[in-house]
């Protein structure tokens, strides 16, 4: 079983930064691949960037390659979004999910995962 907590959602100007922070609890994190998907209002959920469990392997959706960089540390049990030159459109809720597939993880539409938290809300906003 592994817990997932969000946090380090707000409200940034665009053109801002932020970094979001997935700490886990339970067994076997260094296992799972790690992964952050979004929900804007009255749309669907998106896969946003996903990381391998050995951090060997990444994937980042196009709206975001380029600006955003997903990372982990294991010994932390913690996954990061640093999520750079935000716009408006990546206003959203930012879930932190976990799953032994890493490529079920990079395909849309957002899949049932094994794992995921209760979000984080991002707002790009002047």
């Known amino acids: 079983q592994v817990q997932l907590v969000e946090s380090g959602g707000g409200l940034v100007q665009p053109g801002g930064s932020l970094r979001l922070s997935c700490a886990a609890s339970?067994?076997?994190?260094?296992?799972?691949?790690m992964g952050w998907f979004r929900q804007a209002p009255g749309k669907e959920r998106d896969v946003v960037a996903v990381?391998?469990?050995?951090?060997?392997?990444?994937y980042y959706a196009d709206s975001v390659k380029g600006r955003f960089t997903i990372s982990r540390d294991n010994t932390k049990n913690t996954v990061y979004l640093q999520m750079d030159s935000l716009k408006p459109e990546d206003t959203a809720v930012y879930y932190c999910?976990?799953?032994?597939?890493?490529?079920?993880?990079?395909?849309?539409?957002?899949?049932?995962?094994?794992?995921w938290g209760q979000g984080t809300r991002v707002t790009v906003s002047s």
């Open positions: 990381i391998s469990w050995s951090s060997g392997a990444t």
């Open positions: 339970g067994r076997n994190f260094n296992y799972y691949n």
């Open positions: 999910n976990a799953d032994r597939d890493y490529n079920k993880m990079t395909r849309q539409p957002v899949d049932d995962y094994d794992y």
